[in-house]
Every structure is written in structure tokens, then in C-alpha cells.
């Protein structure tokens, strides 16, 4: 492989997508979580409750900046190396990042502060929501950023133009280009894969203090919280993922065909195989050692095991994307979507027994299985955005006339070399902040009964130096300063 500018800039936006991709779903899942136990907490004011939820949101605030840092080294790449795209998609692209901006991060970064620094300081009842609308805008950032990214899959709402010397993309319908025709779709499976992430992750911590007997009570619940999360998203996400391929079989058939390594279209009546495994060869157009169920994937689009669907055949060499590493990372993610199906239900089973926690062997497996989910989440993306290719906008404009040609090798060489050592500094430095908080656990528990809770007011008054005010009296320490 010709190691040229354009390959380079397409790893390198690789590189960067797939470590800031590391964090975001993180966010998102956890929390969901800290809105139920913060919730359980409000009803039941149990202090164990309120722990969990503090020791959540210490893990969140590391993970968000994170994800803050890592995010904004993509924005920039749209104007160095991508700069024909960013022409042609800017109207579109643009609008969708402007409504993140406004409906999203600030309504997530906004109330961060009041999540990770207002215990004690405000009321429950505000922190609660506070934590609730972080959590929301954790999903709008999601909303947008699928949104913006769908409409390269499926173009909608936009008329081509003349600019310049070249085209670019303008909007005509901006509730069109938010609803094409893969955006909900795809929303749906991408939450539900955030959800499944930020269980298995809160699992982990919980099976490892279960298995270590430490924090056990707290431990439990938490993994309880996070097992019903886990356990619907998964189920879910089956359901999701299949109507989302065969949307994708309708709007980008070239994509589904590389999906299933479906290089030959079927005969009317013999319908298209399903390969549960295999090894697609490319070059001679033929999967090598497949184990396939004749007419499945004829069913799951068409619900007609004898009806055909679109082959790799029916399209251009030069628009076929990669097939070996969509079908590999279609595949796997799909295998892993099974394992979390089977994991879960198999400790729902035993929770329901009583014997649950008494299984070793299926704590340690939950504290190294967060791995999968985060291997799933990766793969997910790759099968999408690789299946798209040659094209960055589907149809209408191929990633080879996209990037910059004025940027030498050479210099995205080097920022590629600096993006590694710089992201592995920062990716050692968030498992260590990681590490640290997890091995110190709900601490609060051990302190809940010197601990105090405070209204709005008073914290107001504990900020100017006064303590125990109720809102009255802050009212008339206010006169009686304006007198003096």
C-alpha cells in the first residue's frame, strides 16, 4: 500500500475518530446510570445510593474532558487535510455541528459544574437535576453528531450548486437532513451501544469489589443498576441493528453486499445466503471456508427467503469497498452483540436464583469482558464508515477528491507520529486518574455520617462567608450590607 498523502490523511482522522470514539459512549451510558441511582437516592435516601452516585460522577468528569480534548483535534482536521470536504459539506455539516454546540455541549458542560462540584452545595432536588440533564445532553451530542454523520450515508434535504471552481452541498430542508432516511436507525443503535458500554463497564468495577470484598453491598447494587440496563440494550440493540441493515440494504445495497461478503447475485427463488463466519477473498470473489444459512439474509431483508438480494456484481469494481475488513468487522461486532445477549441473560438467570454473586467464575468474566463493548463499539463504526467508502458522501462526492492536495505526506507523517505519542501519554494518564478512583471506591460511605446537606441558599451563603442562612435571612444580610 502506497503510503501517499491521501492515505495518510484517511489514518490519520482514523486514528483520531477511533480514540476520541473511546470516550463519548462511556459518558453517555454512565449516565444513564447515575440518573438511577441519584434517583434511587432521592426516593429511598439510602447514603449507599448517594455513594454510588458520587463515585459515578467522579469517573464521568475524567472520561467527559477526555472526550472534550480528543474532539476538537477532529474539527480541526476538517480544514487541514480535509479541506474539499469541508467546502462541499459545510453548509450541512456545519449547521449540524452548530446545533451540537447549542443544544448539547452546553447543556451538558453547563450543568457539569453543578454535577461534579454541587454536593453540599445545592439541594437534591437540583442536583438531581443537574445530573439528569448532563445525562441528556451526553444524548444530544450523540443526536447531532449521528445526524451529521448520516447524512453522509444518505443524502437528503440539499441541492447540489456551483461554487467556484467545484460544488457544494446546500440545504433545502433542514428537518429533511435531519430525518434521512438512515439517521433514526443508526441513533437508535449507536445509544443503545453507548448503554451497553457503560453497563459492562460498571459491571467490571463491580464484579472486581465483589470478587476482592470490597464495598460488596454498594457493589451489588450497582451491578444489579447496570445488569438491567445492559441486559435490555443488548436485547434491543438486535432488534436495532437488524432494522438498521435493512435500511442499509435499500439506501447503500454496494455496503450490505460487502457486509455479508455477497460477491454474486442470487438466482429469483434461491435467495441470498447468510455467512456466520467465513473468509471473503476479494480477488476471486468467493468466501473461503463460510458457514452460511441458505435464504437467511433474503428473510431478514425481505422477509422472503426466496427473493435476491443486490450482489457486489452488480456494481463497479471501483465502488466496492474494502470487503475483507467490512466483512470482518461487521461480523465480529454482530458475534459480540450475541455474547452480551447470552452473558447477560445467563446473570439475570442466576440473579433471579439467589446465586448470582456466589458465582466467581462469572464475576471474572465480567470484569474483563468491558473489552468486548468497546471492541463492538470500534467495529461498528469501521463496518460503517469503511462500507461507505469510495465515497465520503454517498453517491455524491468519493473520499480521493475529498481531502487536501496542498498538504505534503510528509508533514501528516509527522502529525500522525506526534498524534501517537501525545494520545498514548494522555490514554496511560486517564487509566491511571482511572485506576486511582476506582481502587478508592464510594469512599463517601465511610464518611456518610459526618456528612451535611445544604439548600441553595445556604450554599450561596457559605460561597460570601456565611453559614446556615435561609433565604430570607440572606435577603436581609443583603440589606444590611447595602446600608453599611
Known amino acids: 500500500m502506497e503510503l501517499d498523502a491521501l492515505t495518510l490523511s484517511r489514518f490519520q482522522f482514523a486514528l483520531t475518530v477511533a480514540f476520541h470514539y473511546l470516550f463519548p459512549p462511556l459518558t453517555i451510558g454512565l449516565g444513564v446510570i447515575m440518573v438511577y441511582t441519584e434517583g434511587k437516592f432521592l ?262 427467503m426466496g427473493r435476491p438480494v443486490a450482489g457486489l456484481d452488480q456494481f463497479p469494481p471501483d465502488e466496492w469497498p474494502p470487503v475483507a475488513l467490512t466483512f470482518y468487522s461487521y461480523h465480529i461486532m454482530v458475534l459480540l452483540g450475541v455474547f452480551f445477549i447470552v452473558i447477560t441473560l445467563l446473570a439475570q438467570f442466576l440473579r433471579w436464583r439467589g446465586t448470582l454473586f456466589q458465582t466467581r467464575w462469572l464475576m471474572w468474566v465480567f470484569v474483563f469482558a468491558i473489552v468486548g463493548p468497546y471492541i463492538a463499539n470500534q467495529l461498528g463504526w469501521m463496518a460503517a464508515e469503511v462500507g461507505r467508502q469510495p465515497w465520503v458522501v454517498y453517491g455524491l462526492l468519493k473520499t480521493a477528491d475529498a481531502f487536501s492536495p496542498t498538504v505534503p505526506a510528509a508533514q501528516i507523517a509527522t502529525s500522525i507520529a506526534l498524534f501517537i505519542v501525545i494520545y498514548s501519554l494522555l490514554f496511560f494518564l486517564w487509566l491511571y486518574v482511572l485506576n486511582n478512583k476506582i481502587q478508592q471506591g464510594p469512599v463517601e460511605l465511610e464518611a456518610a455520617g459526618a456528612k451535611r446537606e445544604v439548600g441553595f441558599f445556604e450554599a450561596a451563603a457559605e460561597a460570601a462567608g456565611k453559614e446556615h442562612l435561609t433565604g430570607s435571612e440572606v435577603t436581609e444580610d443583603v440589606a444590611e450590607r447595602e446600608e453599611e
Not at 83 to 102: H, M, N, Q, W
Not at 186 to 195: I, K, S, Y
Not at 222 to 227: K, P, T, Y
Not at 241 to 266: C, D, N, R, Y
Open 43 to 304: 426516593r429511598t435516601k439510602d447514603p449507599q445510593y448517594e455513594a454510588l452516585t458520587r463515585f459515578l460522577t467522579r469517573i464521568f468528569a475524567v472520561t467527559f474532558a477526555m472526550g472534550v480534548a480528543s474532539g476538537i483535534v477532529m474539527e480541526f482536521q476538517f480544514g487541514t487535510n480535509w479541506s474539499t470536504y469541508s467546502r462541499y459539506v459545510g453548509d450541512v455539516f456545519g449547521s449540524a455541528l452548530a446545533a451540537e454546540g447549542i443544544f448539547a455541549f452546553f447543556l451538558e458542560s453547563g450543568f457539569l459544574a453543578v454535577l461534579v462540584f454541587g454536593w453540599d452545595r445545592v439541594s437534591p432536588k437540583m442536583h438531581f437535576f443537574s445530573t439528569c440533564m448532563v445525562s441528556l445532553g451526553s444524548m444530544f451530542s450523540a443526536i447531532w453528531i449521528v445526524v451529521a454523520n448520516s447524512w453522509q450515508q444518505t443524502p437528503a434535504g440539499h441541492k447540489i450548486v456551483e461554487f467556484g471552481t467545484g460544488q457544494r452541498a446546500e440545504i433545502t430542508s433542514f428537518w429533511e437532513l435531519v430525518f434521512n432516511p438512515s439517521s433514526m436507525h443508526r441513533l437508535g443503535h449507536v445509544l443503545l451501544g453507548a448503554f451497553i458500554l457503560g453497563s459492562f463497564f460498571v459491571m467490571s468495577i463491580s464484579a472486581y469489589y465483589i470478587l476482592k470484598k470490597r464495598f460488596e453491598e454498594p457493589a451489588k447494587r450497582m451491578f444489579s443498576a447496570a445488569l438491567g440496563l445492559g441486559t435490555v440494550a443488548a436485547i434491543l440493540a438486535a432488534f436495532s441493528g437488524h432494522f438498521q441493515a435493512a435500511t442499509v440494504a435499500e439506501t447503500q445495497p454496494s455496503k450490505l453486499a460487502a457486509f455479508e461478503g455477497l460477491f454474486h447475485t442470487p438466482k429469483e427463488g434461491e435467495g441470498a445466503p447468510l455467512y456466520i463466519i467465513g473468509f471473503p477473498d476479494q480477488e476471486n470473489r468467493t468466501v473461503n471456508a463460510g458457514i452460511a444459512v441458505p435464504g437467511l439474509l433474503s428473510w431478514l431483508v425481505y422477509g422472503d
